[in-house]
């Protein structure tokens, strides 16, 4: 039954073949000779099908669990080195008529505000998002045909890509919206968009079912195919995520690496992202209703696990994380962290962060200068780059970027170009101080003289006030 090649959900997915992953791995978590040869093999950067990352899920022995964190670390510095990759949501509309159990923008929730932006208000969120130096964005709407229908996410992208507000720029918008048709994604591609994001919430079908009691989301099949469509429709960056806490995590960890496996073994690309979300309390959502809800332990490992496994995939995470958690988490493989986000309905145009629409509430909750302060108080490059969508670089030629060990003469001057723009536009001065020391420093970590001559020539024509330069 289980075939990673089906285009059919309870196949790719299948249920027996988790339940056999979850038994393999408690049978062989105290096996050291196979876990020795399975962390050999993530070491030498081939990832770990879901067997393989279930023993090491399922090990409980506290030096090889070290290891797995030391191997992570050092996949992370190789093929990520330093940077961390900035976004932001924001949300268009909590018009909602799915039923999930775990989210307060749900249909039954009758007291709970409800908002759509006009395009006049996208253009004053863009506008206040610009003006924190933001430049990639992940769209956020929930599913409702009569007031979200397909034609007002495009021209909400339409709107957000024409807002040029003093330097700023929104270069690239990436989309978490609804499961949808072919065809509306190919409309979403043709509006160009980055990344299409849909976490599946739960592996676990009947689970789904029960979390999903009304609205369309409750066809799992349909939601679990989704990526398929996509990418059908010719988005070839599609970014997969669970909600950590709704299901046992190590059936979502499988179900997770099996659903990466499928998008490879169908469309020769694996995901272009992973998001980790965890449960959060919400409005007329209490998460300890929800018992499998996970320490931060267990979390780093499970951070650690999917960058051993598919060291090639992004890694997300959200201000839903505290600062120390994004902290730890950020050394074991996070790349991509969102910064000073609202997540309700037209919460960036406001002084004050309204708490009457959020979706969660956010724990971490500092402006984005400090932020970007903090995370190269850490050592790390706060990157704004957006370059590879715009250079056409998606799917399998991103990968190939990624795999050509290039990355260190593209993703780092791209970070340090942007990283200027952000000190030069948007920085506090203590901020800008710390910053311009870190490009001097980091600029001789640009492998290519040449790469590097042009880098610095960049930089100095962003001194000068011109802006957008990439590799
Ligand atoms: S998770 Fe998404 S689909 Fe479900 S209620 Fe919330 S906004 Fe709607
Ligand atoms: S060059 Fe491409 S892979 Fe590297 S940070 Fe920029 S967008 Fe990401």
């Known amino acids: 039954m289980y075939n990673p090649k089906s285009l059919k959900a309870e196949e790719f997915i299948c249920h027996e073949e988790i339940l056999e992953t979850l ?13 020795d040869s399975i962390i050999q093999k993530a070491r030498l950067l081939k990832g770990l099908n879901h067997r393989e990352a279930s023993v090491l899920l399922a090990c409980e022995m506290p030096d090889k669990i070290e290891e797995m964190y030391s191997i992570a670390e050092e996949i992370k510095k190789k093929l990520y080195g330093n940077r961390i990759v900035m976004f932001a949501p924001l949300y268009l509309s909590n018009y909602c008529i799915n039923g999930c159990t775990y989210c307060p923008y749900h249909g039954k929730n009758k007291h709970i505000t409800r908002k759509k932006l006009t395009q006049e208000e996208v253009v004053k969120e863009v506008t206040a998002l610009q003006d924190m130096g933001h430049k990639r964005l992940a769209l956020e709407a929930g599913e409702d045909p009569v007031h979200n ?26 989309v978490n919206i609804a499961a949808t048709t072919v065809e509306n994604y190919r409309r979403l591609k043709e509006a160009g968009i980055g990344t299409y994001i849909l976490f599946q919430e739960t592996y676990h079908k009947e689970s789904y079912e029960l979390l999903h009691p009304t609205g369309p989301k409750h066809d799992y099949n349909y939601h679990t195919e989704a990526m398929d469509r996509a990418m059908e429709g010719g ?13 046992r995590y190590k059936y979502e960890f499988a179900g ?17 992202t992973i998001s980790v979300p965890r449960i959060k309390h919400a409005d007329d959502i209490d998460p300890s209703v929800f018992d499998n809800s996970i320490d931060d332990e267990v979390f780093a490992k499970l951070c650690a696990l999917i960058r051993l496994a598919v060291p090639y995939t992004g890694m997300i995470i959200s201000t839903r994380e505290s600062q120390r958690v994004r902290e730890k988490v950020i050394r074991l493989g996070v790349s991509q962290i969102s910064g000073a986000s609202r997540t309700s ?4 145009q406001e002084k004050e962060r309204p708490t009457d629409t959020e979706q969660f509430d956010v724990s971490d909750q500092r402006s984005l200068d400090e932020v970007v302060r903090w995370l190269m108080e850490m050592g790390y490059i706060p990157s704004f780059c957006t370059a590879c969508y715009r250079e056409g670089r998606t799917g399998d030629r991103f ?9 260190q003469n593209c993703c780092h001057p791209n970070a340090l170009m942007t990283l200027k723009e952000f000190l030069m536009d948007y920085a506090s001065e203590e901020t800008r101080a710390l ?3 870190m490009i001097q420093d980091e600029l001789a970590n640009i492998p290519k003289d040449k790469v590097r001559e042009v880098c610095r020539e960049h930089l100095e024509k962003i001194e000068r006030g011109i802006r957008d330069f990439r590799f």
């Open 23 to 35: 038994a393999y791995g408690e049978k062989n978590k105290d096996n050291v000779e196979l876990i």
């Open 149 to 174: 229908p397909i034609e007002y996410i495009l021209e909400c992208i339409q709107t957000i890509y024409s807002v040029k507000h003093k330097n700023g720029a929104i270069r690239r918008v990436n």
């Open 235 to 247: 988005i070839d960056d599609v970014g997969l995520g669970v909600l950590f806490g709704l299901e």
């Open 256 to 272: 997770l690496l099996m659903h990466a496996e499928h998008l490879e073994a169908v469309h020769g690309v694996g995901p272009h």
């Open 345 to 348: 309905v037209g919460g960036y």
């Open 399 to 407: 990968m190939s970027l990624c795999k050509s060990g290039q990355i």
């Open 435 to 437: 910053g311009e020391k």
